[in-house]
Nanobody
Framework: QVQLVESGAGLVQAGGSLRLSCAAS????????MGWYRQAPGKQRELVAK???????NYADSVKGRFTISRDNAKNTVYLQMNSLKPEDTAVYYC??????????WGQGTQVTVSS
């Protein structure tokens, strides 16, 4: 089993920045991908960005050039640096980890609010 704990969310004005962190514990050796999803009110959960154990990344088109995902394997932590935030980035952000056996683990979610 893997446990994920998120931190770093909050309220920011449009154009501002936030950094999310997610620390994994438990069977961390089993994790391949780590990433972030988000869910806005009335919308489906969507991928924001993900990163493999060796550092390959994928981003949603809506965040390319503004968000950067990174990972510290020694600390079992993934980060999401969010710059040039827009009101449409407002959502609950969920940390995700995927094991080599394709088991998904989720954090509890953390609220990001961008005011206009």
């Amino acid at each position: 089993q893997v446990q994920l704990v998120e931190s770093g969310a909050g309220l920011v004005q449009a154009g501002g920045s936030l950094r999310l962190s997610c620390a994994a514990s438990g069977s961390t050796f089993s994790i391949n991908f780590m990433g972030w999803y988000r869910q806005a009110p009335g919308k489906q959960r969507e991928l924001v960005a993900k990163i493999s154990r060796v550092g390959s990344t994928n981003y949603a088109d809506s965040v390319k050039g503004r968000f950067t995902i990174s990972r510290d394997n020694a600390k079992n932590t993934v980060y999401l640096q969010m710059n040039s935030l827009k009101p449409e980035d407002t959502a609950v952000y969920y940390c995700n980890a995927v094991s080599w056996a394709l088991t998904n683990y989720w954090g509890q979610g953390t609220q990001v609010t961008v005011s206009s």
